[in-house]
């Protein structure tokens, strides 16, 4: 994730406050973090804390929103650049390399203190893929196509916290194309009437 604004220094304090966030985001929920524990941890005063945010949960906020920003904007050339539901292999690469690359904010959103940050990954992922899909299956209701991104997602969402926790872990390109194969296996389910 980039780190926007100010100068150098800024950015480094950024960094070193959203890093150590993190860490004590793995050990507890956000609602045990305060802003004294993340001075400490993060090696910086209150006042500096304060001139960036307003409490940690607007960290949080202003943590998730970036993330879900640069992950939809992936999202969509993914999926702008797909000619066919062939194309689901390239757009999961993308979707699970970009996630790979933001483990710790994926595990923080993906949470389980954190359903209003996961609802917001979900929904945001639905409106792109409803949108999508309705220009490759034109015949298909927004219902069913609803429906189809609920479940898959869902699938993926529980076989990506799993990739997340596992110690020992294939390549983010072998998991994406294993998560591929079970999406195109399951458009067919589009295709036909039902």
Not at 15 to 25: K, Q, S, T
Not at 63 to 71: A, I, K, P, V, Y
Not at 73 to 102: G, M, P
Not at 120 to 132: P, S
């Amino acid at each position: 994730m980039n780190i926007e604004g100010g100068d150098l220094r800024v950015r480094m304090t950024k960094r070193m406050l959203i890093d150590a966030f993190l860490r004590l985001r793995k050990e507890k929920p956000l609602r045990k973090i305060t802003v004294s524990e993340l001075c400490e941890q993060a090696g910086v005063g209150r006042g500096t804390f304060y001139a960036h945010y307003q409490d940690v949960y607007d960290l949080n906020e202003k943590l998730e929103t970036q993330f879900l920003e640069e992950f939809s904007a992936a999202l969509r050339d993914a999926l702008e650049h797909q000619e066919n539901i062939q194309s689901a292999r390239r757009v999961c690469r993308v979707v699970f390399t970009k996630l790979a690359e933001n483990e710790q904010l994926c595990g923080l959103l993906l949470s389980s203190d954190n359903a209003e940050g996961a609802m917001r990954f979900i929904d945001l992922g639905g409106k792109l893929c409803v949108e999508y899909y309705g220009k490759i299956f034109g015949g298909v209701p927004p219902e069913r196509l609803k429906d189809f991104y609920r479940f898959v997602s869902s699938g993926c969402i529980a076989c990506l916290k799993e990739w997340l926790r596992a110690a020992s872990r294939p390549p983010v390109e072998q998991f994406a194309d294993e998560m591929s194969e079970f999406i195109s296996k399951g458009v067919r389910s589009l295709l036909t009437k039902g």
